[in-house]
């Protein structure tokens, strides 16, 4: 996978990596830490974190290639304090690119654009490491800032869409590690008991859905619908869990009827029974991590990326079968690749043979679809311990779901 603009107009090769004034906070998080920053465009996704997050991104980039496909495009890691600005983290960015395991051609790219004689140095000043008692009482954090001295750098997975529709479902029964504090672990045992992590696994940890009311005093000034994490606490339930999904997906005043919704729903469908596949072949303990779905949001824009991307892979309209069979020319967007015999089709096996995966054509291609593991702050590797069925009961009933509203 390479870090390229993927909107319509541009190239690997007209992205500059940001400089200071560029750097802004990101405002499309539907759950999750705050203070996350992305680039002016949003290519690049910022996200303060602990050191066993950075561990894990690195571990599976490393050793579980994989696995590390169902997460964002991992660039490197940057330095905080706190003495940290938007001045030091640009400064950081070109020794980060020098050292990220990308390919030569995109890291030769983003370094003719990086300004080097504009960049201060970057002086780390000392950090002082904080003693946390055995015995310390723990306090919910009600700002959802994490105390780091460290940042990962990632692809943003909503970047490059007209209207980015994004939901995070957050995945397990149990959502705690096992060095929680007890009153944490009661807390978080008590949400999952009351919400639809009891039956299915997983629930909605936030969402936003351009257009998703009539009622424009609903809507932000972007035009989104924006549901928070109480409304997939409280609201969302085993009753209502499939019309709320509709709400996601289906939507005709974003002229998104109810073909255009199951040809999305049949992507997603696909993707997570591969995400399903990779997990049950690892082993792995995650706790509180999520599955980030994207696709975009304009009715309109949607249908003009799919058709572009038919005509792309030059597929006879008689061969290409329903809504839910053309998956492989999509796969640039999602991440997840897919095999020729898992395609619905057999026939668009030998029609899509020719496409290559990492071809410098699929940069431009309009959004369609993102689906992302995300959330690594207390997971890790636990080997002879077998898969991670606790967040496999999300991903199965996600995947049904999924199956069911494309059919």
């Known amino acids: 996978m390479m870090l390229a603009t993927r909107d319509a107009g541009k190239t690997a090769a007209s992205k500059e990596v940001p400089k200071p004034e560029d750097l802004k906070d990101y405002n499309y998080a539907v759950a999750g830490h705050a203070g996350t920053m992305c680039d002016a465009d949003g290519e690049l996704f910022i996200k303060p974190c602990t050191k066993s997050e950075v561990d894990f991104y690195e ?90 001295d460290r940042a990962v750098v990632l692809e943003n997975a909503s970047f490059g869409y007209m209207k980015p529709n994004i939901m995070d479902a957050k995945l397990g029964i149990r959502l705690w590690a096992d060095d929680a504090p007890a009153e944490k672990k009661e807390r978080f045992d008590k949400i999952s008991q009351e919400t639809t992590h009891k039956k299915y696994g997983f629930r909605v940890a936030g969402m936003r859905v351009y257009k998703g009311s009539t009622d424009e005093c609903e809507l932000d000034e972007e035009g989104f619908k924006i549901y928070d994490k109480d409304w997939g606490r409280f609201t969302v339930n085993e009753n209502n ?10 939507n005709e005043a974003a002229n998104i009827d109810e073909d255009l919704g199951k040809t999305v729903a049949g992507l997603f469908a696909q993707d997570l029974r591969r995400v399903q596949e990779v997990l049950e072949k690892e082993e792995s303990r995650m706790y509180s991590a999520s599955l980030l779905f994207v696709f975009e949001g304009d009715g309109d824009a949607l249908r003009a990326a799919l058709e572009e991307a038919k005509a792309d892979a030059f597929v006879p309209e008689h061969r290409r ?36 995966d990492d071809s410098d054509d699929e940069s431009s291609f309009p959004r369609i679809y993102t689906l992302k593991l995300i959330d690594f702050a207390h997971a890790a590797w636990k080997p002879g311990q077998g898969p991670d069925e606790n967040v496999l009961l999300g991903v199965r009933s996600l995947a049904k779901l999924f199956e069911d509203m494309s059919e």
């Open 59 to 148: 571990s599976a980039h490393l050793d579980h290639p994989d696995f590390a496909e169902l997460m964002p495009l991992y660039i490197g890691t940057l330095a905080l304090n706190e003495s940290t600005n938007q001045a030091t983290i640009h400064a950081q960015i070109p020794s980060l690119v020098e050292q990220a395991d990308i390919p030569f051609a995109i890291k030769e790219e983003i370094q003719s654009h990086l300004h080097l004689d504009d960049r201060p140095p970057v002086v780390e000043a000392p950090i002082e490491k904080e003693t946390i008692s055995d015995n310390a009482r723990w306090i919910p954090n009600k700002t959802r800032k994490i105390t780091t």
């Open 241 to 250: 869990i499939v019309d709320s999904f509709n709400k996601f997906i289906f």
């Open 321 to 356: 079968g329903s809504t839910r069979a053309p998956v492989a020319n999509y796969r640039v967007d999602s991440g997840i690749g897919l095999e020729e015999d898992e395609l619905c089709d057999s026939g668009l096996a030998q029609d899509f043979g020719d496409l290559d």
